[in-house]
């Protein structure tokens, strides 16, 4: 039986990046090579970063935009990477009641109809807050209590629940972390004279032949023979160290694991509490038409319960393509069935009718389901996950990346964790 150093599973980002930082930790301390396997259940690498070509349009698995805080991760991914890579302004936008407003809405309610634009500012202004120290008890209530009702109920509790195709009172109040555009009333009101929608997405960058490119930049530092593709993890034996896939049993010394994290538990056996764990799933058709739409815009929200997607993004809007090329997404709960031909027609009807689509033939497509997409932050899944980790870990077993983490976070952070994690495996290379 084989045994090696380190199993990794799943050569996603984090899995990926993991083996390769392992690898520059070794080659910086003047080290060999550790012995590493990579078990990829699918037939290819990119785990949610792959990206499909397709009859001239390329898609992601819904878009897949870069934003990186750390400027040397972004030069040792360029430096491995020989295609064009655009760095462009983000302009989004969100649809309410039939009006247009620029992302974020709680920084733009000026561009409400008078009306609205009254009730928000009213409500932000005389929100119930307890006192700057009291911490609201879930995400509904800290939108509720920051924003006030209007903005609320126009735009945000609609918008999240459906996006995460749950009740916001089961989620943790900081359920999006750095992701949720918080803006207090003072940047409300000073947007209104001095433009500046920021966010952690305010600039991104984006390969001309999509996502992938970054997985392969990541591949460079990874070779073939580490690599088994079509080979999934089926269980774990913690006490003995031993894993079993669909092809073979393998020793290990320490695991590393990008996997849904009920999925790990599953396989390692390990008692949990099963319904701490919820998630949504999201259905993202890719839609190639055959002439322009909409100019300047990368992505709309769409808060509206009648509207069967939440968001749709324009690729041809950032790759300067000359045929309209959109991603659809749609949130469902986990244990939702979805009808896939139904909500197609649903989705083409919904554009016509949002008058995004007018008269254009579409000529391309292609759709997919992220099951995990969002994952629901509750206290529950929060107090589990610490649990369950202590637990792992003391047996070698380290459950990483967005679903391994049970987070929410983006791929930057999942490079950022896996480089650390590697880091801490320096001294024992
Ligand atoms: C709708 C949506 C939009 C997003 N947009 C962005 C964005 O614009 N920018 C951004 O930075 N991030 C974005 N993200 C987040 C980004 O997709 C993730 O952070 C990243 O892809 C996670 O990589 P990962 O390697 O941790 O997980 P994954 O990509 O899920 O990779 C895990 C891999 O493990 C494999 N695997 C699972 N189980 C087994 C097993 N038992 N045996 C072997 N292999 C197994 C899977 O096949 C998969 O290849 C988005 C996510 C979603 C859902």
Redesign the pocket.
Known sequence: MQTVEYLV?????????FTAWLRAEAAARGRPLPEVLV????DE?????KTIEQDGFVW????????FKHKDIEAWLRARMDGEVRTVARRAAIRVAGHDIDFPFQKNIHQLPHDDFLSCLHDLYFRHEDGPDATPGSFKEMLYRRFGRSIAEMFLVPYNQKLYATDLDRLDQDAMGRFFPHADIADIIRNFKHPDSGGY?AT?TYPAHG?IEYVRALLREVPSSQLALG????SIDLRRQLAL?TKRELGFKRLV????LP??LA?CGVEHDATAFTWNK?L?FNLGFDRKGKEGLHWMYFPDPDVVFYRVGWYDNILAGDRMSLYV?IGADKDAELDVPRLRERVLADLEREGLVDGHLLVSEHAVV?D???VHITQASMAEHARVRRLLEAAGVYS??????WTY??????LVETRALARTFGPLL
């Open positions: 599973v799943g050569a996603g980002m984090s899995g990926l990046g078990l990829e259940a699918d690498p990119g785990g949610y970063c992601d698995f819904s878009g897949h935009f870069f934003h997405n991104f996502a080979e999934r993890l089926v896939t694991s990008s996997a849904p999925r790990l396989a999201v993202v997404e992220l995990p997409a969002y990483v990346g967005r679903y391994g983490g976070c983006s791929i930057e952070d999942n």
